[in-house]
């Protein structure tokens, strides 16, 4: 009986105490401090959208399917890797005054996830 109240008060006391988190600071420039897990699935579908937007990067209609397909991974995984791919494939277009308007549209919507609002 005394052990299992000793366990006991010795789990609340546990649980009560702050928590205490350390940065991790580089020493190195060629440290690596965290490893992101790997991007999985995509099938053949994205890989084929992949090489057709390569082979025509300034193809608005496969710019802004592969973007539209980057941002709902974004969305859905949380991560914001595919955030970045969804930029990329809009990269051809720079000049906001020239861009077709729905590539200007998704260009903004693939800016939504890094904004920081105030």
């Known amino acids: 009986m005394r052990t299992h109240l000793l366990a006991l008060i010795l789990a609340l006391a546990a649980t009560s105490l702050p928590a205490v988190a350390v940065p991790i600071v580089p020493t190195r420039d060629d440290e690596v401090v965290d490893v992101l897990p790997a991007v999985t699935g995509g099938g053949a579908e994205a ?15 496969l710019a802004l399917a592969a973007a539209a397909r980057y941002l709902e991974q974004a969305h859905e995984l949380g991560d914001p890797r595919f955030a970045g791919m969804a930029m990329a494939a809009l990269g051809p277009w720079q000049d906001e005054g020239t861009m077709p308007d729905d590539v200007n549209f998704t260009a903004l919507l693939t800016r939504l996830p890094t904004t920081r609002f105030s």
Do not use: K
């Open 47 to 61: 890989r084929r959208l992949r090489l057709r937007l390569a082979s025509a990067p300034r193809d608005p209609t």
